[in-house]
């Protein structure tokens, strides 16, 4: 069975290794675990890869964030991939620093990149994987928080936490959403 694995973020140098990339070092994290490497493709860079049945596509969109959808829904037509066997990594406000959270459906919580992914699939019933970047910013300052980098203190507790990412996502392809969300969550 066919995955498309997407980590959502924002190209060029400007956007390297900020929190709002984080879809993108996800998405790296489960790539390196097999050595997979990625090439520039339409609407983005593609690395394919297995884990046991399960044939991965991973995605990372040069559409830049609040057009993702263009390049999702492009690979999932292309390789016939179900909107059930999309995930979607992301960044997440609301959710602590390291803090998981695997969803079968759900809202785009004002997250611009889901906003675009759903209209386009039009419906927000996809699988999303929201990796948390706390909201230590003060008022106002959301956009410098967002598009800033990681702190020392966070680059060091990430390790552990990209290491349960390609946990979850595993445990995604090879035993389905429902028991993925039971044991992660």
């Not at 879809?23 to 983005?44: C, D, P, Q, S, W």
């Not at 959710?95 to 675009?116: C, E, Q, T, V, Y």
Request: charged residues 25%; contains cysteine; aromatic residues 8%.
């Amino acid at each position: 069975m066919k995955y498309l694995i997407v980590g959502l973020g924002n190209i060029g140098a400007e956007y390297c290794g900020t929190r709002h990339n984080i879809g993108f070092r996800m998405v790296n994290a489960i790539a390196e675990t097999v050595g997979a490497l990625f090439k520039e493709e339409r609407y983005g860079a593609i690395a394919r890869m297995r884990i046991k049945n399960a044939e991965l596509i991973l995605l990372k969109p040069n559409t830049y964030m609040n057009l993702s959808g263009n390049a999702v829904r492009y690979w999932a037509q292309q390789e016939k991939i179900p909107i059930e066997r999309i995930l979607i990594l992301l960044d997440d406000l609301a959710l602590p620093f390291g803090k998981l959270r695997l969803k079968a459906s759900g809202s785009d919580a004002g997250h611009n990149g889901l906003k675009n992914i759903a209209q386009l699939l039009g419906t927000q019933a996809y699988p999303r994987l929201r990796f948390g970047i706390g909201n230590d910013y003060p008022r106002g300052g959301q956009i410098d928080y967002v598009l800033g980098q990681f702190s020392e203190g966070e680059l060091t507790e990430m390790n552990p936490a990209l290491d349960k990412v390609v946990e979850i996502v595993r445990s995604f392809c090879l035993e389905g959403i429902d028991r993925a969300m039971n044991r992660y969550n």
